[in-house]
């Protein structure tokens, strides 16, 4: 009995190609990630390293500039009204604390009310004297109001220093969500800056802080009185 016996032929693996393959599939995962750190690097941004914040947008500006008032005096008036001593309280009041050497009072000339606004101006400044204001620091002045009819006010003005944004409020130029980079908005924070510009009683301290006051010796006595009698007894307990 015959068998037949068959013969297996080896398979002959082609290393080149495979070698080649793997060095092809390396390359194109090194410049898949090479693509991913280019990606990274242009589109990550760093929270506040970008300079766009609302004190360097909408910055308050202390400058000098005129804080003015006017003073509506119909045709038929022959004094101040109770309302304009009461403007002319308040506005003398700024005036004194602005530290300003002089008020300037404007009257209209050759208005239909010129007449009226001479004695109601008159009143204003002798209420003013009342309440303080020297002679010497009024000075009184004149402005062509011919075309004004009867609506020529007397003006009242000082120069003193004022703070305000120069920056407009209102700006809406950019797409809100466009927010990648994570910055603020153009108009964010400029209505807080303005609000606290206008608040500021004294603009001058923007600039620098004040000189030290007086001591209260009074009541730097009672103070050391209570230490020396109680010791710390007399003060609040920290916890």
Known sequence: MSRVIKTMKP??????????????MSVVFAGI?????ASY????FTVGSTPKDYRTQHPIVVSQA??????????????????HENTATSFYGKFKQSGARTLNVMLPAGSHNESAARKVAHDVIAHMKDLGLEAHQVSVSRYHASNHGDAATVRL???????DVASKCGQWNEDLGQT?????YN??????????A???????????????SEIDAGRRDNVINDWRENGTASLPSLL
């Open 11 to 24: 398979i002959k693996a082609n290393v080149g190609t495979t070698m080649s393959k793997s060095l092809k």
């Open 33 to 37: 990630l090479l693509t991913g750190c």
């Open 41 to 44: 690097q242009k589109d990550h």
């Open 66 to 83: 005129e804080v003015s008032e006017d003073l509506i005096v119909s045709r038929s008036m022959s004094k101040m009204s109770f309302r």
């Open 157 to 163: 003005s000082y120069g003193a220093i004022t703070a």
């Open 180 to 184: 990648s980079e994570n910055q603020n």
């Open 187 to 196: 108009n964010f924070g400029c209505s807080t800056q303005n609000n606290l």
């Open 198 to 212: 206008k608040m500021i009683a004294n603009p001058a301290d923007l600039l620098g802080p004040r000189g030290e």
